[in-house]
């Protein structure tokens, strides 16, 4: 089975032009040429190189930011342009989104359109990203499919340790008020049970399977998913560094629904780690 993991930023236009946004295949993550368009594909700041130049890196960090990485991963661009006096002009535009970094390799043309006319730049990037950004750790594959895939990162204005002192301490209810209505933790470290007492009764049984202090991040896997209809569930939460004062939180779940349930499980499951980093971006809000 080929290591892929696929990402779309805007499902429905990205789908309606049969392409993805973003595609993590083992350590490597191909973005696909970013616009300056809005949600809903309608081009931005027409005739403004600078403005479609912020637009299209605002794309591409939240691209990287839903695989836990930042734009100190991306290795290459390709940048296509309709008016290269103008890109030239702009390219500390550009530029500034590497302030403290190593540049990328990096390769411009001109051509004569992109996709929409008022568009004046495209942007595609490669990043290189480290074995547990994106993926889950090689020491726990199993052979089991899971073809849902949900993940969700977000950059939070404090230190990586303040943050992993939350997120590590699989007993807190914080970052569950209002999913779980209990935890009681059975253990202590990698193997340590977590029970979750959900809403109207239901509970699930989950177990700690990778745990480091060092390096910010935990493994669970749900043993017994009680009411909920999936299998095979696999979990990671990462917290990473981004500077003295910021870091990177990402949550990565993998499992199988049961036959019939796959968009509701999809929903349920991508709910849950958004409303988790929700949470944690209103707790550590400046």
Sequence with gaps: MIDRQTFHLRPDG???????????????????????????????????????????????????????????NVV????????????????GARISHYAGLDLPATTAVEVRRLAFPECMIEIEITASLSPREGSMPD???????????????????????????????IG????????????????????????????????????????????????????????????NYLAMARVTPAGPDACILSWNTQAQAVSGFEDQTQAILQGNIDYICMVLTEHFKP
């Design 76 to 91: 290459k661009e390709n940048i296509y342009v309709t008016d290269m006096d103008a890109f030239i002009a702009a390219n």
């Design 172 to 231: 807190d209810e914080t970052i569950g008020k209002g999913l779980v209505e209990r935890i009681e933790v059975i253990g202590d470290g990698v193997g340590a049970l977590r029970l979750l007492h959900l809403p109207g009764g239901g509970l699930l049984h989950e177990r700690i399977e990778e745990y480091s202090e060092t390096d910010r991040y935990y493994v669970y896997r749900v043993i017994d998913s009680g009411p909920l209809n999936f299998t």
């Design 139 to 169: 020491s726990l594959a199993d052979g089991f499919v899971r073809p849902l895939h949900c993940q969700k990162a977000v950059r939070l204005p404090a230190p990586a340790d303040a943050v992993w002192a939350l997120v590590g301490n």
């Design 14 to 72: 990205e789908k309606a032009f049969g392409y993805a946004q973003a595609v993590r295949s083992g350590s490597t993550l191909h973005i696909s040429g970013s616009l300056s368009v809005d949600d809903a594909f309608r081009p931005e700041f027409p005739g403004d190189m600078a403005a479609q130049i912020a637009s299209v890196y605002a794309a591409i960090g939240r691209t990287l930011d839903a695989f836990g990485a930042t734009m100190a």
